[in-house]
């Protein structure tokens, strides 16, 4: 019967590199005041044994859980899973997140909230209290949530609101979606288009309104009309498609509509179809997300990349950084995203 081999643990590094059981917890913790010879000379024992840091034996050693805890809304969440309508929103939060949580030796958990609820604190404390993070990732609504802002702030744990600028605790982080409003609405603009629409979203994401400004404020810069060429949305397909409608039976339609997320624009895209109005001969569509059905769609549509992945990886940072103490940035964090032009936009046809 085979031998069962034995665990290397912290004690075996700390005798093969003839150093304390302190030194090498401090190494493996990366903690500051470490000089860089006996960070090598452990760091040489830990790959010689191949002594891999348990995250309880971390914990055990030091003030630190080594979780990373980030909140997304649940009632948005569970409807974008079951209508599997391609969204990866959660996908990219994860692989940004994850990624770099395994670069510093911490895990990331995942946790949905109904930031609509009375009962949001008391579900937040309960998990805060099982979990006992060393930080907290809020995305939209959460961000702006006061119950959840306060609550972590009264608890003193370091946390990041993604798509917030509002003042107050945590760290801001946004994804410059005026910017890349503008961006689209600049791309269609040299193209030809002069009537460029748009269609907003939820008005329970500060990050909707964003996203009008930077339309408004590039086609108020070319000397461009904007009267009549905005349709309200709210993020679902089926907003989309009663605000595409109302803009193509406009008596002078757009020759362009930008989106203001994936969803609302395949609805866009379904409506000109029903209308027989071709993109993008006779209309031109931009979308925001730029999610894997974007891509796959006739035409393929022409989209806003939103730097979700980069700007969790950010904030997990952001965490790890309080955490030891290292300066942080005063002003919220931009990030910016991509664009990618693809079949559904085109030169405006004249006449």
């Given at each position: 019967?085979?031998?069962?081999?034995?665990?290397?643990?912290?004690?075996?590094?700390a005798a093969d590199a003839g150093v304390s059981l302190q030194t090498v917890s401090r190494v493996i913790n990366d903690e500051p005041n470490v000089r860089s010879a006996?960070?090598?000379?452990?760091?040489?024992?830990?790959?010689?044994?191949?002594?891999?840091?348990?995250?309880?034996?971390?914990r055990m050693s030091g003030s630190r859980s080594y979780l990373i805890l980030a909140i997304n809304d649940r009632d948005r969440t569970i409807a974008d899973w079951t209508?599997?309508?391609?969204?990866?929103?959660?996908?990219?939060?994860?692989?940004?997140?994850?990624?770099?949580?395994?670069?510093?030796?911490?895990?990331?958990?995942?946790?949905?909230?109904?930031?609509?609820?009375?009962?949001?604190?008391?579900?937040?404390?309960?998990?805060?209290?099982?979990?006992?993070?060393?930080?907290?990732?809020?995305?939209?609504?959460?961000?702006?949530?006061?119950?959840?802002?306060?609550?972590?702030?009264?608890?003193?744990?370091?946390?990041?609101?993604?798509?917030?600028?509002?003042?107050?605790?945590?760290?801001?982080?946004?994804?410059?979606?005026?910017?890349?409003?503008?961006?689209?609405?600049?791309?269609?603009?040299?193209?030809?288009?002069?009537?460029?629409?748009?269609?907003?979203?939820?008005?329970?994401?500060?990050?909707?309104?964003?996203?009008?400004?930077?339309?408004?404020?590039?086609?108020?810069?070319?000397?461009?009309?904007?009267?009549?060429?905005?349709?309200?949305?709210?993020?679902?397909?089926?907003?989309?498609?009663?605000?595409?409608?109302?803009?193509?039976?406009?008596?002078?339609?757009?020759?362009?509509?930008?989106?203001?997320?994936?969803?609302?624009?395949?609805?866009?895209?379904?409506?000109?179809?029903?209308?027989?109005?071709?993109?993008?001969?006779?209309?031109?569509?931009?979308?925001?997300?730029?999610?894997?059905?974007?891509?796959?769609?006739?035409?393929?549509?022409?989209?806003v990349d939103q730097p979700v992945a980069e700007t969790v990886s950010r904030a997990v940072e952001l965490i790890i950084k309080a955490q030891r103490g290292e300066g942080?940035?005063?002003?919220?964090?931009?990030?910016?995203?991509?664009?990618?032009?693809?079949?559904?936009?085109?030169?405006?046809?004249?006449?």
């Amino acid at each position: 019967m085979a031998r069962r081999r034995q665990a290397v643990t912290i004690k075996h590094v700390a005798a093969d590199a003839g150093v304390s059981l302190q030194t090498v917890s401090r190494v493996i913790n990366d903690e500051p005041n470490v000089r860089s010879a006996m960070k090598r000379r452990v760091q040489a024992s830990i790959d010689k044994l191949g002594y891999v840091p348990s995250i309880a034996a971390r914990r055990m050693s030091g003030s630190r859980s080594y979780l990373i805890l980030a909140i997304n809304d649940r009632d948005r969440t569970i409807a974008d899973w079951t209508a599997r309508q391609g969204t990866d929103w959660v996908d990219q939060m994860l692989l940004g997140g994850m990624l770099k949580c395994a670069e510093y030796g911490y895990r990331l958990i995942f946790e949905l909230v109904d930031t609509h609820s009375d009962h949001v604190e008391r579900e937040l404390r309960a998990t805060i209290a099982a979990l006992q993070p060393d930080g907290v990732i809020l995305t939209p609504p959460h961000s702006d949530n006061p119950l959840i802002v306060k609550l972590l702030e009264r608890q003193r744990i370091p946390f990041v609101r993604i798509g917030s600028r509002s003042e107050g605790a945590g760290f801001a982080l946004v994804m410059d979606d005026e910017g890349m409003a503008r961006r689209a609405t600049r791309h269609l603009i040299d193209l030809g288009h002069r009537r460029i629409a748009f269609i907003s979203g939820s008005d329970e994401y500060p990050l909707s309104q964003w996203r009008v400004d930077g339309w408004e404020s590039e086609m108020q810069a070319q000397g461009l009309e904007i009267g009549g060429l905005m349709a309200r949305g709210d993020f679902t397909y089926e907003s989309g498609a009663v605000a595409a409608r109302r803009l193509l039976d406009l008596p002078d339609p757009p020759s362009a509509i930008i989106a203001s997320n994936d969803q609302m624009a395949l609805a866009a895209l379904e409506a000109a179809r029903a209308q027989g109005v071709d993109v993008p001969s006779r209309l031109s569509l931009v979308s925001f997300d730029n999610t894997p059905i974007v891509r796959f769609t006739r035409p393929t549509l022409t989209a806003v990349d939103q730097p979700v992945a980069e700007t969790v990886s950010r904030a997990v940072e952001l965490i790890i950084k309080a955490q030891r103490g290292e300066g942080l940035p005063l002003q919220p964090v931009v990030v910016e995203g991509g664009f990618v032009a693809r079949e559904s936009t085109a030169a405006h046809a004249q006449g």
